[in-house]
DNA sequence: AGACAAAATATAGACTGTCTAGGACACGCG
DNA sequence: CGCGTGTCCTAGACAGTCTATATTTTGTCT
């Protein structure tokens, strides 16, 4: 059972929220599961950090907000991207890209043959 | 300029130490720079969380250390792998693996037809 | 109908780890 | 002899996730 590692989590999961919302509105309980569901599991969200997180995106701009009514019935909160959010998804995604890719190469070593 | 984003060092610089070290012994300030040379600069690692790192790491039995002398003939502390260490290292990276493996899925949203 | 589980939102407080911003010391070189 | 730089060290600010708990509404089972 995933929800590994916290500290992996952060620095992440903006970037995962932006990703899952580029495909459509959404409600935040509907967003845990997507990343959980895309993920095949390996990625989990408490409910304790995606809340909080999605105030704070929304508070930065990059969401935007709607009361609505959720697949079940029940009353949700309905977020989409903003312009500022599908820019700043982009960016994330560029910085997530050039992150992993270092630390890939440290893993495998490649450079290093001692010039100088 | 790297050191993008601490967010996404925190999680990882474990990690990244770990792996430097299995290519043998160094000091603290190299880890740093190899960190670096390694990753192409594409990771840079600030002194001010290297070294409470390397503390942490020491506290927690992952590493050994002893007094010594730095290439450039400077005293300097000389940090090796114990075997937690080693088997630590196993750990985190199939943590990793794991998790930009999840990520990487949901950034390409493979699953998820629409099925129900 | 009533009870209970599940969907969905919400929040407080603890905890952990990185950053900025310094300071200290030793060595080598001009 | 003084200065730069390699090297170590630390305090405090800050941000974000976790655990845990509460609340409301809907659907289901007997």
Redesign the interface.
């Known amino acids: 059972m995933p929800a590994?590692?916290?500290?992996?989590?952060?620095?992440?999961l903006d970037?995962?929220v932006l990703?899952?919302l580029r495909?459509g509105p959404l409600h935040g309980y509907a967003i845990g599961q997507?990343?959980q569901?895309?993920?095949?599991d390996?990625?989990r969200v408490e409910q304790g950090s995606l809340y909080p997180a999605l105030y704070r995106m929304h508070r930065r701009g990059w969401l935007r907000s709607r009361w609505g009514t959720a697949s079940s019935g029940r009353r949700a909160r309905i977020y989409s991207l903003t312009g500022v959010g599908k820019r700043r998804l982009a960016s994330e995604?560029a910085?997530?890209r050039?992150?992993?890719?270092?630390?890939q190469?440290?893993?495998e070593?490649?450079?290093?043959h001692g010039d100088s």
């Open positions: 590994p590692k916290p500290d992996l989590l952060r620095g992440t970037l995962l990703e899952v495909a997507q990343i569901r895309l993920s095949d390996l990625l995604s910085a997530w050039d992150y992993a890719e270092g630390v190469r440290v893993l070593q490649l450079s290093e």
